[in-house]
């Protein structure tokens, strides 16, 4: 079965500074993984995915994840954080247990905190 | 495009009243899913549908829930005697048949059992 592990639930870091998010999966497939975004009381927008290309993914907003399968890692990071990346993150796998239709699992998310 | 709409965006009932929460995908998505987010928690799959059919539904508690995604108009995702603990964010997300991992979400309904 899939799962995946969001290893900090909070995270602050200072505005400019680099932002890091971690995360790792278990699967017993050939994952997709991707990056959800959610600010408050909205819903969830896209930051990137994995589907099996290229390892490095650049997303939106100037973030980018690295897939590492040795170490079963899709770390999330941004090399200089704005006050508007404050939001919470999560890591999701989606199982490829059908041709069509696979669930997503999400992590149980991190909240991202930028200091001014 | 308009995107996955959900309606309503909030929603309050008084236990055991109904809830009945509309979805409409993404046009030329025949694939829907609803997901459930409970407070300080990631979210967690209920059900997949397609057009008149319920395809995976291992999410779903056994009583009270029950979804439809009928052959005209909106996915709804239905709860009967909702208790406090149904109180969540109900997300709905659509695909196309060809892609299920381009998934779009909406922006949720909140609901609010008091």
């Known amino acids: 079965a899939q799962s995946v592990t969001q290893l900090d639930s909070h995270v602050s870091v200072s505005e400019g500074t680099p932002v890091l998010l971690r995360c790792n999966y278990s699967?017993?497939?050939?994952?997709?993984l991707f990056w959800y975004v959610q600010h408050p009381n909205k819903g969830l927008q896209l930051l990137l995915k994995?589907?099996?290309?290229?390892?490095l993914v650049k997303g939106i907003n100037g973030f980018e994840a690295e897939f590492k399968k040795s170490e079963t890692s899709f770390h999330l990071t941004k090399p200089s954080a704005h006050m508007s990346d404050a939001a919470e993150y999560f890591c999701?796998?989606?199982?490829?247990?059908?041709?069509?239709?696979?669930?997503?699992?999400f992590g149980a998310g991190t909240i991202l905190r930028v200091k001014s | 495009n308009a995107g996955v709409m959900q309606n309503p965006r909030h929603l309050v009932r008084r236990r055991g009243q109904e809830a009945r929460l509309r979805c409409s995908p993404m046009?030329?998505?025949?694939?829907v899913y609803w997901y459930r987010q409970l407070p300080e928690e990631g979210l967690k799959f209920m059900v997949y549908?397609?057009?008149?059919?319920?395809?995976?539904e291992s999410g779903m508690p056994k009583e009270r829930f029950s979804a439809e995604f009928p052959k005209e108009g909106p996915s709804i995702l239905r709860i009967q005697q909702v208790v406090r603990g149904d109180s969540a964010a109900y997300f709905c997300?659509?695909?196309?048949?060809?892609?299920?991992?381009?998934?779009?979400f909406g922006s949720g309904t909140r609901l609010t059992v008091v």
């Open positions: 699967s017993s497939y050939s994952p997709s």
């Open positions: 999701v796998v989606s199982d490829h247990k059908r041709r069509y239709g696979n669930k997503l699992v």
């Open positions: 549908l397609q057009k008149e059919n319920i395809i995976d």
């Open positions: 994995y589907t099996s290309a290229a390892t």
């Open positions: 997300a659509s695909s196309p048949p060809q892609d299920s991992s381009f998934y779009t």
């Open positions: 046009k030329g998505h025949s694939h």
